[in-house]
């Protein structure tokens, strides 16, 4: 039992270029999300899936899209990177949408310059 | 908006002290409330929660009491230990909102 599990660790783009970040969980939950960890700003939600075949916008959503592909993935599309881009990326799941607790992964340090 | 405030960082102690780390909220209704921890290089974990006023969540040593009156869910531990470095984050969500509201995160060091 993995948990929830995020490809790649690390990611270096120069402005202008697009990547796709995984994420994948085996705990049958229905609900995903997508946050960015910025210094001194907590984590901010960007995209969220309530169960397979829907996604909703967060707080942050502008620059990014979502894929859910099935009930285990969540892919999160960066069509341009911006340096503003640069962040920490956490994939986090929950049993059903308003369900307390959430598990995170480990997290893609993703810069661009 | 539903928002959550901690106190700042970082946070320095000596092995075996005393931890407080301040968290107070603002949000309508009876949000239900939450510390995560995240230690280095790793994603954030749930440490304690508690979903009504006077609960009190407990985890590790850790203890937060949810106190409605004066909008708060303060951290304690009695004796840290090194293993306890991390960032502490504290955090609500409330029926309505489909969310978790994240405070900026408290960095704590323990020196031996």
């Known amino acids: ?10 990611q270096v783009l120069k402005t202008g270029q697009s990547m796709t970040l995984q994420c994948a ?9 997508w946050y960015r960890q910025d210094p ?18 967060g707080e942050v959503p502008n620059g990014y899209n979502v894929s859910r592909l099935n009930k285990r993935e969540f892919s999160l599309r960066l ?25 995170f992964g480990p997290g893609t340090r993703l810069t661009v310059t | 908006g539903d928002s959550v405030t901690q106190m700042e960082g970082p946070v320095t102690l000596s092995e075996e002290a005393f931890l407080t780390i301040n968290c107070t909220y603002t949000a309508t209704g009876y949000p239900s409330l939450f510390w995560y ?11 304690l929660k508690a979903t009504k006023a006077d609960d009190k969540g407990s ?9 409605k009156e004066t909008t708060s869910f303060h951290l304690e531990k009695g004796s840290v230990q090194v293993s306890d470095s991390a960032v502490y984050f504290c ?12 405070g900026t995160g408290t960095r704590l ?4």
């Open chain 2, 59 to 67: 985890n590790k040593g850790f203890e937060a009491t949810y106190r």
């Open chain 1, 25 to 33: 969980q085996d705990m049958n939950h229905n609900s995903m999300y």
């Open chain 1, 79 to 103: 069509e341009s990177a911006a340096p503003s881009q640069t962040s920490v990326y956490f994939c986090a799941s929950s049993e059903e949408l308003r369900e307390v607790e959430q598990y």
């Open chain 2, 91 to 102: 955090a609500l969500s409330r029926l309505g909102n489909e969310k978790l509201t994240f």
């Open chain 1, 40 to 57: 001194g700003m907590g984590l901010r939600l960007i995209y969220y899936s309530a169960s397979e075949g829907t996604t909703d916008k």
């Open chain 1, 1 to 10: 039992n993995a948990g929830v599990t995020q490809t790649p660790k690390f």
């Open chain 2, 109 to 112: 060091t323990i020196i031996p």
């Open chain 2, 37 to 47: 921890v995240q230690y280095p290089g790793e994603g954030l974990q749930l440490l």
